[in-house]
């Protein structure tokens, strides 16, 4: 299958700092991405979906200004949670499609913790 | 009716056994289904994908899709110890571009 590498796998921070999250397709093309945040021992929710080259369609109920979505590169998409707050704190996974397939494949998730 | 729908669980079986996994799903999502394993605190991982109705086998895992009921399934046979984990239903939105999850049914492979 497909590879999807995601890092970082976990990270602490401060409450009121930004965390970059980076995904990337290694052996394929993804002209889109797709942002889920899991939190604990619920099922995953997409948070967003990102296309390359335009805007990310967020999912009602996320607000793109605090998870700015950046998918510059066909294989690369950034998600930035600014001004992180406990509640902020989760499990953040990306995926991302080949071309003319209908699987997904999942990143490695980032577990975040804000202080 | 939500989109994909499962038993939460847990549905524990013992080693060995053959378990058992359903799904439901409705008119709103495309005829592409996937199973997703998922270990705690890991991401998921393909297991299976199913597009035509009846059975596809692969190893111990067999998924059945029936399209008239609006339900597919995914059995393990022999069940381990190692397969306890637990085990997502999705598929594709109709009418959207974004593939949906069920809430997840937790197995426990007793030894």
């Known amino acids: 299958g497909a590879v999807v590498s995601q890092h970082p796998s976990w990270v602490i921070c401060k409450s009121g700092t930004s965390v970059k999250i980076e995904c990337r397709s290694l052996d394929f093309q993804a002209t889109t991405m797709f942002w889920y945040r899991q939190f604990p021992k619920q099922s995953l929710m997409l948070m967003a979906t990102s296309n390359e080259g335009s805007k990310a369609t967020y999912e009602q109920g996320v607000e793109k200004d605090k998870f700015l979505i950046n998918h510059a590169s066909l294989t690369l998409s950034t998600l930035t949670v600014t001004s992180a707050h406990p509640e902020d704190s989760s499990f953040y996974i990306c995926?991302?499609?080949?071309?003319?397939?209908?699987?997904?494949?999942f990143g490695s998730g980032t577990q975040l913790s804000v202080l | 009716q939500k989109e994909v729908e499962q038993n939460s669980g847990p549905l524990s079986v013992p080693e060995g056994a053959i378990a058992s996994l359903n799904c439901t799903y409705s008119?709103?999502?495309?005829?592409?289904f996937f199973w997703y394993r998922q270990y705690s605190g890991k991401s998921p991982e393909l297991i299976m994908s199913?597009?035509?109705?009846g059975d596809k086998e692969d190893g111990r895992f067999t998924a059945q899709l029936n399209k008239a009921s609006q339900y597919v399934s995914l059995l393990i046979r022999d069940s381990q110890p190692s397969d306890s984990a637990t085990y997502l239903c999705?598929?594709?939105?109709?009418?959207?571009?974004?593939?949906?999850f069920g809430s997840g049914t937790r197995l426990l492979v007793r030894p």
């Open positions: 008119d709103r999502v495309s005829q592409s």
């Open positions: 995926s991302a499609r080949d071309w003319g397939d209908e699987k997904l494949f």
């Open positions: 199913i597009y035509s109705n």
């Open positions: 999705a598929a594709w939105m109709d009418s959207s571009y974004k593939l949906i």
